[in-house]
């Protein structure tokens, strides 16, 4: 039986982030993943670094907005009504967290998490070899309406208070940004502290091959074989069981298989979305990615061609997919950006892996020695900083803790030393 001191449980760039800053301390880490590393949702995504987010994508609070994606017309947002009556708890969690005091609160205390995402991702890629992919251009967001420019308020003013710069601009300073955009908008916000990458994979990749030069196994393997042996936890993988001490969920989107069989549920839901990449006409081209606000969609210049990534998808996680969303959004992303064909014949779909009011769950599983769960939704590199655990997360402890009051002290005891 093979043993090691970690088990981390899935290689996106959660899972191969934290197996790599594991080895750097020295620790000898398996990383399982029942696919390659990097080829779920860390393949497709936008690739912003997170770092200048100050609100996390909120429920919308514009009648108008809701009525639009209720009536499926909107860009920005789909759904499959089959699947709503199973998301109502979860969207009604998303939208008391997306009250104006509760994202204020919620945006300072995600900021010293957010605050470091570029500066420990670009030491990373240095030590990765992955530099070529970073880009700190900063990120453009451009407004239609002077209303949802308008909605930005309050950003600013917590720009303000945590120093980051965030500039206002006309369409003309836009332009001057990125010539190619064409004027449908009237107002722009540009972040320049904002990173991106060329590839998200690419950089999974190349974290991935740091951590096997210092050491590190990557297996394949199924997380939900994961079982208590002794004081630690057994994995099976293609070469046969592993054990370790102490195991780390970051199974990202698929979280929930392994932690509800063991009792630990958790308010993760998904919130799909899909990217094409394109050519673009003539001569045109992005220098950053560009946030058209109000139609709700990224192009990002990628290696592989401008990648438009898609807002949300409220659908189960393994529901075929069904990119509609495009159809809407085309004449509208036309309109901003001369696009050309279509360099791709598949359209990607990932899940984000979302809580209703984005903060991650890092830290010691609650009940189960050694199982240390790491998941979160557009969110940086996780940290196990001075960091105040999520009310949901906090709830699930004192559940359990009362749950264990009514039972006799010899169980008690011997859950403590299990
Ligand atoms: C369209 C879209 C755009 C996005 N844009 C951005 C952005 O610009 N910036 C940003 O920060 N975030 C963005 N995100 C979110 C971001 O991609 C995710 O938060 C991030 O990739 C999650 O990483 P992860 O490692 O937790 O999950 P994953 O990358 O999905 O990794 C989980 C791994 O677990 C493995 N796994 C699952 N089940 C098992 C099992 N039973 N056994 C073994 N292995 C298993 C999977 O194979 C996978 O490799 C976007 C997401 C989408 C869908």
Redesign the pocket.
Known sequence: MARTDVLV???????TSVALHLAKRGLSVAL????GV?????F???????GNTIFPPAFPADPGALMRIALKRAGEANYHLSFLPQALPWLIAFRTASRPARLIENARLIRPLFARAVAEHEALMAEAGAAQFLRKTGWLKVYRSARSFKALNAEFDLAAEFGLPLQALDVAGAQTLEPSLRPVFAHAAFWPQAASVSNPYGVTRAYAARFAALGGVTLH????SLHRAGAGWRVETNEGGVDAREAVV?????AH??LDPLGLRLPLMVK????RHFHAQGNAGLARPVLDADAGYVITPMQQGLRM??GVEIAARDAAPTPVQFARLMPKARELFPLGERSDDQTWL????CFPDSRPVIGRAPGLNGLRPQ?????PRRRRARWRAPSHWRRACRARRDRNADRPAAWRRSRRQR
């Open positions: 449980l899935g290689a996106g760039i959660v899972g399982l993943d029942r696919a990097g080829e779920q949702t860390s497709g995504n936008a690739g912003i670094v997170e393997g199924d997380a939900r970051a199974l990202g989107p698929w298989d392994l799909r979305g899909y990217h990534t898609t990932g899940s984000r892996p998941t979160a939704a557009r969110l």
